[in-house]
């Protein structure tokens, strides 16, 4: 299975160096917890300063506003995953049903363990009144993460691993179940008794969704 952890860290760095470097994501950091706290509407630089550790000055240094904050949260936490994604699509040797169950692994793996989880709550609750912010996940995120679900999907029907289905369909069923996760942990996680294992429903769509692209008159 290959999943994010795998990839090697960054080399090590002077002390000094390490500290300027990990500012812009002490600050994401914070950011987050501002946007999860009091929405994209209600936080404000200042407090995010605070949160930081950082002066109001030293925060404008590395970002020019809170939407600027908003869209590099959004480039950390789906940017880079989805660039891996696309990256392992492109050189992965096995079945398109062995890829397809990697890649849903790795999106359950982040949303099972992240406080990122909180971004799609935010972006279903205020985002259409940040025109811009609004455009930029549109395009950045869903348009470019559809494209690889596409690839997936388009791979397998040509290798015949898949049956015939409706890709534009399909690639939103995908993804669903994820949402409903990631909406799961921010809204409701906190009344369960003990936390929704999410890992185990991943597998579950995994096997039903796979049993669903099986070609005709064949059996998973």
């Not at 799609?120 to 609004?134: A, D, S, W």
């Not at 290798?159 to 690639?171: K, Q, S």
């Not at 909406?183 to 429903?201: G, H, K, N, Q």
Request: glycine fraction near 6%; charged fraction near 30%; hydrophobic fraction near 45%.
């Amino acid at each position: 299975m290959v999943i994010l952890r795998d990839i090697p860290p960054p080399e090590r760095s002077p002390r000094w160096k390490r500290r300027k470097e990990a500012r812009p994501s002490e600050i994401l950091e914070a950011a987050l917890a501002a946007f999860t706290e009091k929405g994209l509407a209600g936080a404000r630089m200042d407090d995010i300063a605070r949160r930081a550790g950082v002066t109001k000055g030293t925060l404008y240094l590395y970002f020019k506003s809170k939407d600027d904050l908003f869209r590099a949260l959004l480039s950390e936490s789906f940017g880079e995953r989805l660039r891996f994604a696309r990256d392992l699509v492109d050189r992965f040797d096995g079945s398109s049903a062995e890829l397809l169950a990697t890649i849903l692994r790795v999106v359950g793996d982040f949303v099972a363990t992240t406080d990122h989880v909180a971004l799609p709550k935010l972006v279903i609750g205020e985002i259409q009144n940040f025109p811009e912010l609004h455009r930029f996940y549109r395009e950045e995120v869903i348009d470019r993460g559809m494209g690889v679900w596409s690839a997936i999907l388009e791979r397998g029907i040509a290798r015949g691993e898949f049956r015939p289905v409706a890709v534009e369909h399909v690639i939103r069923i995908c993804i669903a179940p994820v949402l409903l996760a990631a909406i799961w942990r921010t809204l409701f996680e906190s009344f369960d008794d003990e936390p929704y294992d999410v890992r185990a429903m991943i597998e579950t769509h995994i096997d039903i969704l796979l049993r669903g692209l099986a070609p005709e008159g064949e059996k998973r």
